[in-house]
């Protein structure tokens, strides 16, 4: 057990900001607290043209140092929405007093992320992806808190055992920003269940009970939100299990909070490899300057990445704007992995797309670019039953011994595969 261990610390996680900064210097530091007016250095320094514009309207009294901590951008981030529409054009919200007024609606951007947009009518994609609406009142049929039946999967409290040979840990229910799509609404900033040294032994335990767990992926809430002696623990944990091969960590905070990924940071995942990064990207609009530095960052360190994208309807709902993504995500060296079909949270129909237009862009990309770049286009089962992958239909049956297949172009080819051959086995 390690010294984080030993003092049994189980932080309370608040949903309001300086509880979750005292939660955070409290068990990184033990007792010393972090004020508001002390930020540790940062050795992030990459400030892009269109971030230093924001900032010098909207944060004109922070420093370099400040805006590079990722501790300054979780404190200041916008949780408020008459905070936040101080920074959008709000011209085309028709009830600006309602969305202001509830608290149905929870709400994290950081400053950094609310950077690439402001200016910008609700509607804009990035911002469609993070702001509130009133649509998300609407509850539709078919749609639940928990669609993917998490929840009826964990052996132990925060521990997703859904396939043979992986788990998913739960380590966190809080994110440095909100997506409105989040499949996981039902537990992000909503309790406190999921942080602490106490919370993840039971998983810690369970996984090494269990020989058959080969790979384990640590998300939450967003794993890279905890501080580093906290995220430590937890890898050292995994890592000291001789049957976890390798460990994924699920995050959005490369593109949403860059300022995090600091060489420190970085120094210290590099000690638990084979360790794997699927990062959350929504948007080509996010991969920027800050956000090129972090996955460079990750990528020297040795860490694989791969992307995980949801189908947002308004967002990237077009080959375009996906092409134009997978191309930014391979030359940031993030391979394109996976586009989900949004998941029917409640209050997300506004973002939901036809199964079809998940196979259009993936028809729209095979052929027309690099095979590196075309992720797996899937759907999470509801009711819990696992990804399902959806691919267009280019086998199109059998002619005696012809098998017939049909291009990226739509073109017609015969592959000869006699019935012997196919026999085989
Ligand atoms: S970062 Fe992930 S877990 Fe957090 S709100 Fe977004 S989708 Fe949900």
């Avoid at 539709?140 to 009826?152: A, C, K, N």
């Avoid at 788990?167 to 537990?187: I, K, N, P, Q």
């Avoid at 299990?241 to 995942?269: A, D, Y």
Wanted: proline share 7%.
């Amino acid at each position: 057990m390690n010294e984080l261990a030993q003092q049994d610390y189980e932080p309370p996680l608040g949903p309001d900001l300086s509880s979750i900064e005292v939660v955070l210097e409290t068990a990184t530091a033990g007792k010393a607290l972090f004020g508001k007016t002390e930020i540790p250095n940062s050795d992030f320094n990459v400030i892009s043209a269109q971030t230093a514009k924001f900032r010098a309207k909207y944060f004109p009294f922070a420093t370099d140092k400040q805006w590079n901590s990722w501790r300054w951008q979780i404190q200041n981030s916008y949780t408020n929405f008459i905070k936040l529409s101080e920074i959008l054009d709000v011209s085309t919200i028709d009830d600006l007093d309602f969305l202001a007024k509830s608290k149905k609606l929870p709400l994290r951007i950081t400053p950094y992320y609310a950077s690439l947009f402001h200016g910008k009518p609700i509607s804009y994609a990035i911002a469609k992806s993070v702001v509130p609406d009133k649509l998300e009142l609407i509850v539709s049929p078919g749609e639940e808190t928990d669609p993917l039946h998490e929840e009826s999967m964990c052996p132990v409290d925060n521990l997703v055992h859904r396939y043979p040979d992986r788990v998913l840990m739960l380590s966190t229910g809080f994110c440095s920003v909100y997506c409105r799509y989040c499949t996981r609404t039902h537990m992000v900033e909503k309790d406190k269940k999921h942080y602490g040294v106490k919370a993840w032994e039971k998983s810690i335990d369970y996984i090494r009970n269990h020989p058959g767990v080969r790979d384990v992926v640590v998300s939450g809430g967003d794993p890279l939100t905890l501080p580093d002696k906290h995220l430590e623990f937890l890898l050292s944990s995994l890592r000291a299990i001789p049957h976890v091969e390798i460990i994924r960590i699920g995050s959005k905070v490369p593109m949403v909070l860059p300022q995090r990924i600091t060489n420190t940071m970085v120094k210290m995942l590099k000690k638990y490899h084979p360790l794997y990064m699927s990062i959350h990207v929504t948007h080509p609009d996010e991969i920027t300057p800050e956000a090129t530095e972090a996955c460079t960052r990750i990528a020297d360190a040795g860490i694989v990445m791969g992307s995980q994208t949801v189908l947002l309807k308004g967002v990237n709902d077009n080959v375009e704007t996906m092409k134009n993504l997978m191309h930014k995500l391979l030359k940031i060296r993030v391979k394109p992995y996976y586009i989900y079909q949004c998941d029917p949270i409640p209050g997300s129909s506004h973002f939901r797309t036809p199964v079809t237009k998940g196979l259009e862009i993936i028809q729209g990309l095979r052929g027309f670019t690099s095979g590196y770049a075309i992720p797996h286009f899937v759907i999470d089962a509801p009711g819990g039953g696992g990804k399902i992958p959806l691919i267009p239909e280019y086998y199109q049956g059998r002619e005696g011994d012809n098998v017939i297949l049909k291009n990226f172009e739509g073109k017609s080819f015969k592959y000869y595969d006699p019935v012997q051959i196919k026999s085989y086995s």
